[in-house]
């Protein structure tokens, strides 16, 4: 077929061309330009090469942190995406129940993220949050400000509280999506509860499963708000992300070349791991 | 396999049904026989697939008695009952190979997996996909689907009936053809009793020994096709049945003779009915002569259909259709007769029965 070529087709794209410019790429290329050169104020810069690179990646301070986010997220997506999966599943499917559910469901992920930490800092207070005050009348021994378990279980638990139902929402949606013919077929089948969830349920919330995991992977390796808010990385370096250990290079020491540099490692690692997952998760469906 | 007895079967969606428009299925009582093929034939909403899923136990009815082989039923499970059903749309299991889905249903109940492996091989035999025994059964297009959901009920050996709810609704025309061949062939070979709903003519007629055709929530005439083409007990039947559907005439009775609109008919016999019945005359399209002799009419239409023309006409002001051959000669002052045994007389549209002679009747 005769094509047609016409250069002002270039117009068309660019009003795109000018926003992502302007709201992507200028933006990650000053974090790259810094990245690269050091400054001592008065706009002066100097080239530094792969320094800061190096000096990150050789930093215990970076390594611990990472590890730290790695072990968060691991945590909070084996807890979220099972618990999301089996409140799905035993949500109403009619009748009044849905609504009330929906929207119980969806208030949580309605509170900015720094009143959720707010709410919680003072939550889990001993002298007068209704949590920290309550264990400790029990008998229990809690405290996020100076105990580093206890810090962990209270963002564990806030993030839990906080997303679960983003989980919730998508497996709902893919379950609501199943055609009444697959249980009664299970039905006549003589399928047990399980084998409906393993044959029927699960393969068919496969694609928003894969949503809800990428999502909350991302979100939790970036979180910076809450944990900033409740224990501001403490007790110690306890709970510093790399998002606030950034921020206190950053901002705090206005060391700008390292912090460009973890910048762009911190954005090439979360690129990475959610290509390996999207990838693990898509091939897995297409090997048949 | 099993004889099923539906034992004075009602049933409402909603809670205390009081009057009989409060049923969406009004009484059912009948007996279906082992190995028996029937259609359940009738427009959307007629109850069809509530009689159906009534019997498949997915539903349990509001009033009476389900009975296999004379054993009650009716409070028992699906799976207790043994019942095997096809949906509208192929229910596969798509993780599952094509093999692992036939295997489902046998595994569920503990079979031995060496006996697993014997119906299984059989089944994909019976249904042409032995090649594909090992593949994932997500790849396939949607007859393959459909044959696997069937193979899904066929696989066990001691199932009491196999129910169909429109299988073939997704079926390229073609392939409707080769699938239905094939349950037939089935059928014969293995003997299953079937039960199958379905709004098409065609596909009701072609498949089933007994067709049961339903309308408003009541079963209004069970038949073999030729029963229902030459004598629909009820008007609705002779409508739904053929192409086109039986032209039905308001009609005065006075003892054997008819009057339609000033045109009088002799009929060889003397309905009986109920004193002030609305009465009409049946006839389908097929059984009208249209010639030179007989009864005026106007023709505002003829349809060429290939082996046959379909002539519109006026009859005692009210349109009526005339199958002619292909060949068949429309004069100009076209006059019809009515074929006389193949008169049907119905009062408050119910047939009234024609002689004890005539079968058919109930």
Same mark, same amino acid.
């Not at chain 1, 006549?188 to 496969?206: E, H, N």
């Not at chain 2, 004069?331 to 009062?347: G, L, S, V, W």
């Given at each position: ?16 061309? $000018? ?49 730290? %986010? ?78 580093? !378990? ?9 993030? +839990? ?35 409906? !969830? ?7 919330? =496969? ?5 809800? !995991?990428?999502?909350? &992977? ?22 510093? !992300?790399?998002? +606030? ?44 | ?26 009484? $059912? ?62 229910? +596969? ?14 595994? %569920? ?82 003997? &299953? ?28 005439? +069970? ?8 004598? *629909? ?24 003779? $008819? ?59 009210? *349109? ?14 076209? =006059? ?27």
């Amino acid at each position: 077929m005769e094509k047609t070529w016409n250069n002002k087709a270039w117009f068309m794209v660019l009003p795109v061309l $000018v926003l992502v410019a302007f709201s992507a790429v200028i933006p990650l290329m000053t974090v790259v330009n810094y990245s690269v050169q050091d400054t001592f104020g008065n706009n002066e810069f100097f080239w530094a090469g792969t320094d800061w690179f190096t000096q990150v990646l050789q930093s215990d301070r970076f390594w611990d942190a990472l590890t730290r %986010n790695l072990i968060f997220s691991g945590i909070i997506l084996a807890i979220e995406i099972p618990l999301g999966i089996l409140i799905a599943l035993n949500m109403p499917k009619t009748g009044l129940g849905v609504p009330v559910c929906l929207v119980l469901m969806s208030l949580p992920l309605l509170i900015p993220w720094n009143v959720v930490g707010t709410i919680w800092q003072v939550f889990g207070r001993v002298d007068i949050g209704l949590l920290g005050y309550t264990l400790d009348a029990i008998g229990i021994p809690y405290n996020y400000v100076n105990n580093v !378990f206890d810090a962990w279980i209270t963002l564990i638990v806030m993030d +839990i509280w906080h997303w679960t139902s983003l989980v919730v929402l998508l497996c709902y949606a893919g379950l609501v999506s199943i055609p009444d013919a697959y249980y009664q077929a299970a039905k006549i089948d003589g399928a047990s509860r399980w084998a409906v !969830f393993r044959y029927i349920q699960l393969p068919k919330m =496969k694609r928003v499963l894969l949503i809800a !995991f990428l999502l909350r &992977f991302m979100d939790s390796f970036m979180i910076y708000t809450e944990p900033f808010v409740v224990t501001g990385g403490g007790p110690g370096n306890a709970t510093t !992300f790399l998002s +606030i250990d950034l921020v206190k290079t950053a901002i705090g020491q206005f060391d700008l070349g390292p912090a460009a540099a973890l910048s762009l490692i911190y954005f090439l690692i979360i690129l990475l791991l959610s290509w390996i997952f999207y990838t693990v998760m898509t091939n897995s469906d297409a090997q048949s | 396999m099993a004889r099923i007895n539906l034992d004075h079967i009602r049933h409402a969606y909603g809670p205390n049904p009081k009057k009989p428009s409060d049923y969406s299925l009004k009484e $059912v009582h009948h007996e279906w026989n082992d190995g028996g093929a029937y259609a359940l034939l009738g427009p959307s909403g007629c109850g069809k697939t509530t009689l159906l899923n009534i019997i498949s136990g997915l539903l349990q009815p509001s009033e009476g008695k389900i009975l296999f082989d004379g054993k009650d039923v009716t409070n028992l499970s699906t799976q207790e009952r043994n019942i095997a059903q096809v949906f509208q749309f192929p229910v +596969i299991y798509d993780t599952m190979t094509v093999y692992d889905n036939l295997a489902f249903p046998l595994r %569920n109940r503990k079979v031995p997996e060496n006996e697993v492996d014997r119906r299984v091989t059989e089944i994909l035999e019976m249904i042409g996909l032995s090649d594909r025994a090992k593949k994932r059964a997500q790849g396939l297009t949607a007859d393959q689907k459909q044959k696997i959901s069937l193979g899904r009920g066929l696989v066990r050996s001691d199932v009491s009936a196999i129910l169909f709810d429109e299988p073939l609704t997704v079926i390229d025309p073609h392939m409707k053809w080769v699938l239905r061949s094939q349950l037939k062939r089935l059928h014969k070979q293995f003997g &299953f009793t079937m039960v199958y709903v379905t709004h098409d003519q065609t596909e009701a007629l072609t498949f089933a020994d007994k067709v049961v055709v339903m309308y408003d929530g009541e079963i209004v005439q +069970i038949g073999t096709p030729a029963e229902l083409f030459e004598k *629909p007990k009820h008007t609705f039947v002779g409508y739904f049945i053929g192409s086109p559907g039986m032209n039905v005439l308001p009609a005065k009775i006075d003892g054997s003779s $008819v009057d339609l609109d000033g045109q009088k008919i002799a009929l060889s016999f003397a309905p009986k009915f109920a004193a002030g019945a609305k009465t009409e005359l049946g006839i389908r399209p097929e059984f009208i002569r249209l010639g030179r002799e007989g009864m005026p009419v106007s023709i505002s239409k003829v349809e060429d259909i290939g082996r046959q023309k379909i002539v519109r006409a006026t009859f005692a002001n009210r *349109p009526i259709a005339i199958v002619v051959h292909e060949d068949g000669d429309i004069p100009a002052e076209p =006059k019809i007769t009515f074929d006389p045994a193949a008169i049907n007389i119905y009062a408050d549209s119910w047939r009234v029965a024609d002689s004890l002679l005539v079968g058919g009747e109930a």
